[in-house]
């Protein structure tokens, strides 16, 4: 049996492709090993979000060809958004690379592979965009209680600084039946909380050939007996309907737990970002979602230094914070991506200004973050016990239904169930606190 190793860097969507392809690889005989030096195949799955990702990437391909000169048998594969945009300059800027393969034939790396080890050939395999890609694939998972589940691939919004669209294509629903099968799979394995992933998965099954949406979808995985939670990343403003936030608030197996990403609290920027919405109207959206789900958690992301942002421009980024409850946003620098209209101009931020302005906005996310946790002290949250912390056996992580870390005092035996958990503690990150036993029964 060969092994291999994987590294998969950026979001969700590649930790998915990369378990699918590692599904696909175990068809062909090669089972994971955390240990690079172990390993027969290295592969690596790439994200091309900022260039910092793409320098990360070379810098551990530099380490691959070392390792290579050792044991020259060794095949290294680059999957994901870099191979999908640099095609053959990755070979060119390392040669030790044997396999290219992009976002919509990453299925055939198996058959890739073994082609190389046959004829001692590099290859490189890009398909189009608008290929569909295959559905149904074997996948390997960690185990757990938890799995991520792609509804939708790809991305037609084409934000001027994003990337996406020009690496992973138009999006494209999967049908709803190969999902429900994928999960009434996990559930039968032991799997009882699921996330469903798009860039825009609130888009879902518009497109189909039967139009469909994401709360029916959410409907008929709610009918899975077994299956305890489903939580779903990430939306767009202009998709996230009523219709599916009052689906969050009547199906109790479905997480009130909203990903909004608003990147920006001015509008000339969001209007130059080719956003499509306002900040008035996100904070109507905010207002709706209140509404209907009055403990709902808002999480969102945000980049600061969009070319041409200036000092005003950023304060409204702040400002947006003390506007809109936030759980959590995710931040970054605004980083230069190839073929995006933004990258394009002339009027960039220097690096300095972005790093400044990334420290404060920070700041400030940690700050909300924390006023958040602070309030669910003393309150009473629903917790999926996932096991023994990392540094001490007798304490219990979980996380709630809002998607905060918990940590509380058990033992094994609460493992893998739902259990309610007093809250006594709050980090700006995550909750401590206490196991109420009993637990009235939740799933
Ligand atoms: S919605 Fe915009 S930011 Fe999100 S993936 Fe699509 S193009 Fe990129």
């Given at each position: 049996?060969?092994?291999?190793?994987?590294?998969?860097?950026?979001?969700?969507?590649?930790?998915?492709?990369?378990?699918?392809?590692?599904?696909?690889?175990?068809?062909?005989?090669?089972?994971?090993?955390?240990?690079?030096?172990?390993?027969?195949?290295?592969?690596?799955?790439?994200?091309?979000?900022?260039?910092?990702?793409?320098?990360?990437?070379?810098?551990?391909?530099?380490?691959?060809?070392q390792?290579?000169?050792?044991?020259?048998?060794?095949?290294?594969?680059?999957?994901?958004?870099?191979?999908?945009a640099?095609?053959?300059?990755?070979?060119?800027?390392?040669?030790?690379?044997?396999?290219?393969?992009?976002?919509?034939?990453?299925?055939?790396?198996?058959e890739?592979?073994?082609?190389?080890?046959?004829?001692?050939?590099?290859?490189?395999?890009?398909?189009?965009?608008?290929?569909?890609?295959?559905?149904?694939?074997?996948?390997?998972?960690?185990?757990?209680?938890?799995?991520?589940?792609?509804?939708?691939?790809g991305?037609?919004?084409?934000?001027?600084?994003?990337?996406?669209?020009?690496?992973?294509?138009?999006?494209?629903?999967?049908?709803?039946?190969?999902?429900?099968?994928?999960?009434?799979?996990?559930?039968?394995?032991?799997y009882?909380?699921?996330?469903?992933?798009?860039?825009?998965?609130?888009?879902?099954?518009?497109?189909?050939?039967?139009?469909?949406?994401?709360?029916?979808?959410?409907?008929?995985?709610?009918?899975?007996?077994?299956?305890?939670?489903i939580?779903?990343?990430?939306?767009?403003?202009?998709?996230?309907?009523?219709?599916?936030?009052?689906?969050?608030?009547e199906?109790?197996?479905?997480?009130?737990?909203?990903?909004?990403?608003?990147?920006?609290?001015?509008?000339?920027?969001?209007?130059?970002?080719?956003?499509?919405?306002?900040?008035?109207?996100?904070?109507?959206?905010?207002?709706?979602?209140?509404?209907?789900?009055?403990?709902?958690?808002?999480?969102?992301?945000?980049?600061?230094?969009?070319?041409?942002?200036?000092?005003?421009?950023?304060?409204?980024?702040?400002?947006?914070?003390?506007?809109?409850?936030?759980?959590?946003?995710?931040?970054?620098?605004?980083?230069?991506?190839?073929?995006?209209?933004?990258?394009?101009?002339?009027?960039?931020?220097?690096?300095?200004?972005?790093?400044?302005?990334?420290?404060?906005?920070?700041?400030?996310v940690?700050?909300?973050?924390?006023?958040?946790?602070?309030?669910?002290?003393?309150?009473?949250?629903?917790?999926?016990?996932?096991?023994?912390?990392?540094?001490?056996?007798?304490?219990?992580?979980?996380?709630?239904?809002?998607?905060r870390?918990?940590?509380?005092?058990?033992?094994?035996?609460?493992?893998?169930?739902?259990?309610?958990?007093?809250?006594?503690?709050?980090?700006?990150?995550?909750?401590?606190?206490?196991?109420?036993?009993?637990?009235?029964?939740?799933?």
């Open positions: 049996m060969g092994k291999v190793f994987v590294k998969s860097f950026g979001c969700q969507m590649n930790l998915s492709d990369a378990e699918r392809v590692v599904g696909l690889l175990g068809e062909d005989g090669y089972g994971p090993t955390p240990e690079v030096a172990e390993a027969d195949l290295l592969l690596v799955n790439t994200c091309a979000i900022r260039e910092r990702s793409e320098d990360k990437l070379f810098s551990l391909l530099g380490e691959w060809r390792l290579k000169r050792e044991k020259p048998d060794m095949v290294i594969a680059v999957m994901g958004c870099v191979a999908q640099m095609k053959d300059e990755i070979r060119r800027r390392n040669p030790a690379v044997d396999v290219v393969v992009g976002t919509h034939n990453f299925h055939e790396l198996p890739l592979v073994a082609e190389v080890r046959r004829t001692r050939q590099p290859i490189t395999r890009i398909g189009r965009l608008r290929d569909a890609i295959p559905d149904d694939m074997p996948t390997r998972r960690e185990g757990g209680l938890h799995a991520w589940v792609p509804v939708i691939y991305c037609s919004y084409f934000c001027t600084y994003c990337i996406v669209p020009y690496t992973r294509g138009p999006y494209q629903s999967r049908e709803p039946d190969a999902i429900v099968r994928e999960v009434e799979g996990l559930v039968a394995e032991g009882r909380e699921v996330t469903l992933l798009g860039q825009t998965v609130d888009r879902y099954g518009r497109e189909l050939p039967e139009p469909t949406s994401l709360s029916a979808l959410l409907r008929r995985l709610h009918a899975i007996e077994g299956l305890w939670r939580r779903f990343l990430t939306s767009h403003p202009l998709d996230l309907d009523e219709d599916l936030v009052s689906t969050v608030a199906l109790p197996k479905v997480m009130e737990y909203f990903h909004v990403p608003i990147q920006a609290g001015c509008d000339r920027v969001l209007a130059e970002m080719k956003r499509g919405y306002t900040v008035a109207q996100y904070l109507e959206m905010v207002a709706m979602i209140r509404r209907i789900v009055p403990d709902a958690t808002i999480t969102g992301d945000l980049i600061v230094g969009f070319p041409g942002e200036t000092d005003e421009d950023f304060e409204g980024t702040l400002a947006l914070l003390d506007k809109v409850d936030f759980d959590l946003n995710n931040t970054a620098a605004y980083s230069p991506r190839p073929w995006t209209p933004a990258a394009k101009r002339e009027d960039q931020v220097e690096d300095v200004i972005k790093a400044e302005r990334l420290q404060r906005l920070n700041e400030k940690t700050e909300g973050s924390h006023r958040n946790t602070r309030r669910q002290v003393g309150s009473v949250q629903e917790v999926l016990v996932e096991g023994p912390s990392s540094r001490n056996a007798a304490i219990l992580t979980g996380r709630t239904r809002g998607n870390v918990c940590y509380f005092p058990g033992g094994p035996e609460w493992v893998g169930r739902l259990v309610q958990v007093r809250i006594t503690e709050a980090r700006s990150f995550t909750l401590r606190g206490e196991l109420l036993v009993p637990a009235p029964s939740l799933a």
